[in-house]
């Protein structure tokens, strides 16, 4: 009986993969499937390696990863419900209600505004859902680092025009926070060595746009 548990389980999975690789092949390449693939193995990474205070369902983290980005606001689409993507998603693919219903309320969770907004209503959806520190904590961590460097500008050139210095500011008003917002052990020691590497890059940054910002005088 296990066997057929987890097949069922692998098929759900397998379904869902397959569905986030052809709804995200429209993004742009800060947030595109290699993003997703990121995230799951940070979360997998995380999830193995940190304590469980209360019991997390390994299937709800894995699938949470897989979508975490599925209604995302900075790319839904006309006709899209961002509250109920996921959750209708999982149903037609024959996932249980209850198992829908968790995956929808983790995803909405992962969100960095929704907790700037509300940070007490992210530690109670933690409580009670304790996947979503899992998968927050690995959705951020993709965010910072090297390769958080190459999505911030890789984003700003996709979908917006502002200039590099703007993506450098990005870093001081978001990237160089994440740290202090690791929910779990394992989070913050992963966030502590890409933040350092973020502010080797920013004194390197500083160094070579100095030259910029002398006076223009003829030689």
């Not at 800060?30 to 997703?36: A, R, T, V, Y």
Request: aromatic fraction near 8%; glycine fraction near 6%; proline fraction near 3%.
């Amino acid at each position: 009986m296990a066997r057929d548990g987890n097949s069922i389980e692998d098929t759900l999975v397998n379904s869902v993969t397959e569905y986030v690789k052809s709804y995200m092949s429209n993004y742009d390449g800060s947030h595109d499937f290699n993003h997703i693939q990121r995230v799951v193995g940070l979360a997998k990474y995380i999830h193995a390696h940190s304590p469980e205070a209360t019991p997390r369902d390994q299937q709800v983290v894995l699938l949470s990863a897989l979508l975490h980005d599925v209604g995302d606001k900075k790319y839904l689409k006309p006709g899209e419900d961002a509250f109920t993507l996921v959750y209708d998603l999982l149903l037609s693919l024959g996932a249980a209600d209850q198992l829908a219903k968790r995956v929808q309320t983790i995803c909405l969770g992962v969100s960095y505004s929704s907790e700037i907004q509300d940070p007490t209503r992210v530690q109670e959806l933690i409580k009670s859902h304790p996947e979503l520190a899992v998968v927050q904590d690995a959705d951020r961590l993709d965010a910072i680092g090297s390769i958080g460097i190459g999505r911030v500008f890789t984003f700003t050139g996709a979908r917006t025009q502002r200039s590099m210095a703007d993506s450098i500011q990005h870093f001081h008003d978001k990237l160089l926070k994440l740290e202090s917002m690791m929910k779990t052990d394992v989070g913050r020691q992963l966030a502590r060595e890409r933040t350092e590497r973020m502010q080797e890059f920013l004194k390197w940054w500083d160094e070579e746009s100095a030259f910029s910002s002398g006076p223009l005088d003829t030689v």
